[in-house]
């Protein structure tokens, strides 16, 4: 067999310029995956990495009344036994308590629905949590009486930054509430439902106004690795469920926001289209230059199976050669994938000029593709598949020729 | 079932010229013995080359039967035809003999190859025959960089170097000089005298007809009294 391989590499040689086509189109077109996976990857992570910090966290426990992330009634009654739990598991980095109220927002001018969100500055860094400041400054621990509204909706109210905001709001007996606050800061997130309508205030303060003594509306769990939040999420809701009490739920950010889960789902279902369109022209390319490679040399296959080269080493020979074009075309198509995506994964690719606030807040204005390790290797097995499958037509043709015909052929 | 190694028994072999049947064999029977040397004599298109292939399991008859080395070649599918080819003949075509992009040692060694003999065997008999055919100094060379002559050299060699039991050649000496062509006719004596090689030639040439031990004259498809 080795005299058929050795066969096989000088007929790729033999010519060169059509040989270096066929395997640039191979390359070309697995180098085009690949980058086009890094960059959907890299987008993906973004906008995960996005909403997970600004709004999600990686995962949450909340009341079960509080399924939907913009709903507010129910609270955790019991927080102790949970942050005994959250903090047994080493796989959770960091968590933050949240308290989250319906309410509205007035100042002198005007009012305003708003969600009132009771935070722990402290926390909220530890679990990496996403705010950028527009105007004066991030609440601290010490901003008892102070509060932070989206850019947004300071620009609605008509208020500046050290003005005096009332916040009014039912507190946990059904009983209103009302307290003043000196605004200290605005932010913006890019999302415009909380860049217009949310104030945030530090938890003890918003657990005093409600009347909610210790208690808390969702806990914001930061998780080690990306990987683990099902696991994690799975062994969590065990143990709460033995707990008894408040029925509480473990919801991974993409149960928060199924909606972006499926957009991810749907992208990778777009990206199995693009892979046949594109596994289909490779092949076909791969097609043609076997069945070319193959008429141009009836007579030589004539003379090698007149000197008894079986039908089946006939097979094997021509099969290998669409091996041999294909593994080098795979080889530079992943060094150029690769190193595309590496390139631009560390510089990015600019699309400010293509995105609005909204997908702003998505993806933001730069894409950082990220190779997928997974994808490329699945990539790899489908082109060396797809064009093994194609030359075995060339090669089963070749090796019904009748020797003594094909040696007659004029070529 | 008959004892002689090559047995045709009324082999006739039609071909469709421009719409046109030409009999290119005409109800051959014929017998060839082990360690014959015999030339296929007779001007071109009388079937000299048809019948060569007809004996090497390259070509079937209409009608008639082949019988070489004890087998009816109409019994053997494909597969089995390659394994009687690799085994049994040698071939040395009129033309377009090698396979381009292997040097001359690589094609001498080729069938050898395919019979899976080990390396040391196989470079042992490629440079024998390759001296003997006046080629070692050619050996790395593939057949776009030698002559006609050259080419037809190494494909006897090649022919020779499985050591068959039957050796067919179509017109060998046909682009050699007179000297090559005639210490070519002597090794094929010799072979045939040493290990009783059967050879058969299809030849117009008069210094090969004149060396046989026995010469069958084809005209238009038949044996010619």
């Given at each position: 067999?080795?005299?058929?391989?050795?066969?096989?590499?000088?007929?790729?040689?033999?010519?060169?310029?059509?040989?270096?086509?066929?395997?640039?189109?191979?390359?070309?077109?697995?180098?085009?995956?690949?980058?086009?996976?890094?960059?959907?990857?890299?987008?993906?992570?973004?906008?995960?990495?996005n909403?997970?910090t600004s709004?999600?966290?990686?995962?949450?426990?909340?009341?079960?009344?509080?399924?939907?992330?913009?709903?507010?009634?129910?609270?955790?009654?019991?927080?102790?036994?949970?942050?005994?739990?959250?903090?047994?598991?080493?796989?959770?980095?960091?968590?933050?308590?949240?308290?989250?109220?319906?309410?509205?927002?007035?100042?002198?001018?005007?009012?305003?629905?708003?969600?009132?969100?009771?935070?722990?500055?402290?926390?909220?860094?530890?679990?990496?949590s996403r705010r950028d400041v527009m105007q004066?400054r991030l609440?601290?621990?010490?901003?008892?009486?102070?509060?932070a509204?989206g850019e947004?909706?300071?620009?609605?109210?008509?208020?500046?930054?050290?003005?005096?905001?009332?916040?009014?709001?039912?507190?946990?007996?059904?009983?209103?509430?009302?307290?003043?606050?000196?605004?200290?800061g605005t932010f913006e997130t890019g999302n415009?439902?909380i860049d217009?309508?949310?104030?945030?205030?530090?938890?003890?303060?918003?657990?005093?106004?409600?009347?909610?003594?210790?208690?808390?509306?969702?806990?914001?769990?930061?998780?080690?690795?990306?990987?683990?939040?099902?696991?994690?999420?799975?062994?969590?809701?065990?143990?709460?469920?033995?707990?008894?009490?408040?029925?509480?739920?473990?919801?991974?950010?993409?149960?928060?926001?199924?909606?972006?889960?499926?957009?991810?789902?749907?992208?990778?279902?777009?990206?199995?289209?693009?892979?046949?369109?594109?596994?289909?022209?490779?092949?076909?390319?791969?097609?043609?230059?076997?069945?070319?490679?193959?008429?141009?040399?009836?007579?030589?296959?004539?003379?090698?199976?007149?000197?008894?080269?079986?039908?089946?080493?006939?097979?094997?020979?021509?099969?290998?050669?669409?091996?041999?074009?294909?593994?080098?075309?795979?080889?530079?198509?992943?060094?150029?994938?690769?190193?595309?995506?590496?390139?631009?994964?560390?510089?990015?690719?600019?699309?400010?000029?293509?995105?609005?606030?909204?997908?702003n807040f998505?993806?933001g204005?730069?894409?950082?593709?990220?190779?997928?390790?997974?994808?490329?290797?699945?990539?790899?097995?489908?082109?060396?598949?797809?064009?093994?499958?194609?030359?075995?037509?060339?090669?089963?043709?070749?090796?019904?020729?009748?020797?003594?015909?094909?040696?007659?052929?004029?070529? | 079932?008959?004892?002689?190694?090559?047995?045709?028994?009324?082999?006739?072999?039609?071909?469709?010229?421009?719409?046109?049947?030409?009999?290119?064999?005409?109800?051959?029977?014929?017998?060839?013995?082990?360690?014959?040397?015999?030339?296929?004599?007779?001007?071109?298109?009388?079937?000299?080359?048809?019948?060569?292939?007809?004996?090497?399991?390259?070509?079937?008859?209409?009608?008639?039967?082949?019988?070489?080395?004890?087998?009816?070649?109409?019994?053997?599918?494909?597969?089995?035809?390659?394994?009687?080819?690799?085994?049994?003949?040698?071939?040395?075509?009129?033309?377009?003999?090698?396979?381009?992009?292997?040097?001359?040692?690589?094609?001498?060694?080729?069938?050898?190859?395919?019979?899976?003999?080990?390396?040391?065997?196989?470079?042992?008999?490629?440079?024998?025959?390759?001296?003997?055919?006046?080629?070692?100094?050619?050996?790395?060379?593939?057949?776009?960089?030698?002559?006609?002559?050259?080419?037809?050299?190494?494909?006897?060699?090649?022919?020779?170097?499985?050591?068959?039991?039957?050796?067919?050649?179509?017109?060998?000496?046909?682009?050699?000089?007179?000297?090559?062509?005639?210490?070519?006719?002597?090794?094929?004596?010799?072979?045939?005298?040493?290990?009783?090689?059967?050879?058969?030639?299809?030849?117009?040439?008069?210094?090969?007809?004149?060396?046989?031990?026995?010469?069958?004259?084809?005209?238009?498809?038949?044996?010619?009294?």
């Amino acid at each position: 067999m080795t005299i058929l391989f050795k066969i096989a590499l000088r007929n790729i040689l033999r010519n060169k310029k059509r040989s270096l086509i066929t395997l640039s189109a191979v390359s070309f077109g697995l180098g085009a995956l690949i980058f086009l996976r890094s960059f959907m990857f890299g987008a993906q992570h973004q906008m995960v990495e996005n909403i997970t910090t600004s709004l999600t966290s990686d995962a949450q426990i909340v009341p079960k009344a509080l399924e939907n992330i913009y709903n507010t009634n129910g609270y955790i009654e019991d927080p102790e036994s949970i942050r005994k739990i959250l903090r047994s598991d080493p796989r959770i980095l960091n968590f933050a308590e949240r308290v989250i109220a319906g309410g509205i927002v007035s100042s002198a001018t005007n009012s305003i629905a708003t969600f009132i969100v009771g935070f722990d500055p402290v926390q909220e860094v530890a679990i990496k949590s996403r705010r950028d400041v527009m105007q004066g400054r991030l609440l601290t621990r010490d901003d008892e009486h102070g509060a932070a509204i989206g850019e947004k909706m300071r620009q609605i109210m008509g208020v500046e930054i050290g003005d005096k905001i009332i916040v009014t709001a039912q507190d946990y007996y059904g009983a209103l509430a009302g307290e003043a606050f000196t605004l200290v800061g605005t932010f913006e997130t890019g999302n415009d439902q909380i860049d217009n309508g949310t104030v945030m205030l530090l938890t003890p303060t918003a657990q005093r106004m409600l009347s909610l003594e210790h208690r808390l509306s969702k806990f914001a769990l930061k998780i080690q690795s990306d990987q683990d939040v099902e696991k994690v999420v799975n062994d969590l809701r065990k143990k709460i469920q033995g707990m008894g009490g408040t029925e509480l739920k473990v919801l991974t950010w993409e149960e928060l926001i199924p909606m972006l889960a499926q957009m991810i789902r749907f992208q990778n279902g777009m990206l199995f289209i693009v892979v046949l369109i594109v596994l289909t022209v490779v092949a076909a390319g791969i097609l043609n230059t076997l069945m070319m490679s193959i008429v141009e040399r009836v007579r030589e296959f004539g003379l090698m199976m007149a000197l008894g080269t079986k039908p089946s080493q006939v097979i094997f020979l021509v099969v290998t050669e669409s091996f041999l074009l294909t593994s080098f075309g795979a080889l530079l198509g992943v060094v150029i994938g690769v190193g595309v995506s590496l390139y631009f994964g560390h510089y990015g690719i600019d699309l400010s000029s293509f995105v609005s606030t909204l997908s702003n807040f998505l993806i933001g204005s730069h894409v950082y593709p990220k190779v997928d390790v997974l994808y490329l290797f699945f990539f790899l097995l489908v082109v060396f598949l797809s064009n093994l499958m194609v030359s075995f037509y060339p090669a089963w043709r070749a090796s019904k020729l009748v020797p003594i015909d094909a040696m007659r052929q004029v070529g | 079932m008959t004892s002689s190694q090559i047995s045709l028994e009324g082999v006739t072999k039609i071909y469709h010229s421009d719409g046109l049947p030409v009999r290119a064999l005409d109800t051959i029977s014929l017998k060839v013995e082990k360690g014959e040397f015999v030339v296929f004599a007779g001007p071109s298109g009388s079937g000299k080359s048809t019948l060569l292939h007809m004996i090497g399991a390259l070509d079937q008859p209409n009608q008639g039967k082949v019988f070489v080395a004890g087998k009816n070649l109409d019994d053997l599918n494909p597969k089995q035809l390659a394994e009687f080819r690799l085994r049994k003949i040698g071939f040395v075509f009129q033309a377009y003999n090698l396979i381009p992009v292997l040097t001359a040692q690589e094609n001498v060694e080729y069938p050898l190859l395919l019979q899976d003999i080990e390396r040391l065997e196989r470079e042992k008999r490629s440079m024998q025959l390759l001296e003997r055919v006046g080629l070692l100094d050619q050996k790395n060379k593939r057949p776009g960089e030698m002559s006609g002559g050259q080419q037809q050299r190494v494909a006897v060699a090649r022919a020779l170097a499985s050591r068959p039991e039957i050796v067919l050649a179509d017109e060998p000496t046909a682009n050699l000089d007179s000297q090559t062509g005639s210490s070519l006719i002597d090794l094929f004596r010799e072979l045939n005298e040493d290990f009783k090689t059967t050879f058969i030639f299809a030849s117009h040439d008069p210094k090969v007809i004149e060396r046989a031990r026995r010469v069958v004259r084809l005209l238009d498809g038949k044996v010619a009294a």
